[in-house]
DNA sequence: GTCTATACTACGATAGAC
DNA sequence: GTCTATCGTAGTATAGAC
């Protein structure tokens, strides 16, 4: 009873060869067991497929518990509350991303967003959508704006963290120097400023429209 | 001769399934030919996979061309000069992006950013290493900033811009309307506010550091 | 539960007709 | 140049021993 590993191994290969592409043998052999092990836990390949969303999304849940409520209440009132938490979560995803200790993960998720199955509905339904959907109301609390500009604001914070998963190739080809300790303070501090500048320009604007 | 729409198919098989998950058959029937026919022309399925990768960065070096100097030279003097380049080849690349027309081809590059090949040195020796040194090299007139906080600022400015790329399937469902034209006019829009708010920070606090 | 054995399909490469 | 035919390999699914 294994299927941990099985899954693991599944969250890896899918990832990186997508379903068509990865071979049920490949990742029953690379978990150590037999490929009908994967027939009889999971139903085929496909269940397989299902089971590793499901993993993945719990896992992804667990590791946003402490900077996301469980509940989907309590965005503060406090334009300043708001900024901060805004700050803590980018700063958290920031961490996980340059650490690239679940780059494996992201692959998986990054091929759901290009060519997406039902299983991105699973997704945005679970932790993805959960964070993305407060990441909204705290940017509308914390700026003042209409939700379509907080939406879009709100894309564009998490871009400028998620270039670091998405397109870490071309980052340490420009970086041109390891990502160490120095150098993961400087781009989280770069984060933290670039996000109060959005912010700070965004609640003045709201103040008096240009 | 139909070459060219064997390229184009390889590349949006080997973007979508990769290298190993994507079949000859498959690319040979979609483009109306024999799968003997890729052995003829590119000797096989990996010479196919480098034909195509010559012509993709071929083909994004075309598109870049109204937006980026041919040779390496010529970054503007003037800061407010090089500001301005910084947001019209930020809108350039925002503008395709949303439009979602190559994002067949822009798949092929995610996947070699994320598992790369040797295949990503040669985009980052064409296009996109030109576009992105570039980018760096703006930003450090734009701003003042050293040259590891203005690579660090070229990445959050691309990643904002990135972000509706690479998390389209998030995008929609955060955004929940449709990318029309409207919506369009206002995500430019944000985006060149949040470079400018980004830019202005940065200037200001090179003169004097907090 | 985990394994081996097997049936059937699809893969990449290649040879050769035209 | 483009096609069909064929070979050896690897894929998923399934049945059945233990």
Redesign the pocket.
């Known amino acids: ?3 941990s590993k099985l899954l693991d191994v599944a969250i890896r290969e899918f990832g990186q060869r997508g379903l068509d592409g ?5 990742i ?1 052999a690379a978990a ?10 999971y139903g ?3 269940g397989l497929y299902a089971a590793a969303v499901k993993h993945l999304d719990a896992d992804m849940a667990e590791q946003l518990a402490s900077v996301l409520p469980s509940g989907s209440a309590s965005i503060p009132a406090e334009p300043a509350m708001a900024r901060q938490e805004i700050r803590l979560l980018l700063d958290r995803l920031i961490e996980r991303f340059l650490r690239d200790e679940d780059a494996e993960r992201s692959l998986f998720i990054m091929r759901e967003q290009m060519c997406p199955s039902a299983a991105f509905d699973h997704f945005y339904q679970g932790a993805i959508g959960r964070m993305a959907e407060r990441l909204v109301a705290l940017v509308q609390t914390a700026s003042g704006v209409s939700t379509t500009d907080a939406r879009i604001t709100a894309l564009a914070l998490f871009g400028q963290v998620m270039v670091w998963r998405t397109s870490r190739a071309l980052a340490d080809r420009v970086l041109g120097i390891p990502i160490d300790e120095d150098c993961t303070t400087a781009i989280r501090r770069q984060i933290a400023r670039n996000t109060d500048s959005i912010l700070d320009r965004l609640s003045a604007d709201q103040q008096e429209p240009q």
Chains 1, 2 share one sequence.
């Open positions: 009873m294994a299927t990865a071979s049920t043998r490949g029953a150590g067991t037999a490929m009908s092990s994967i027939t009889y836990h085929g390949k496909e």
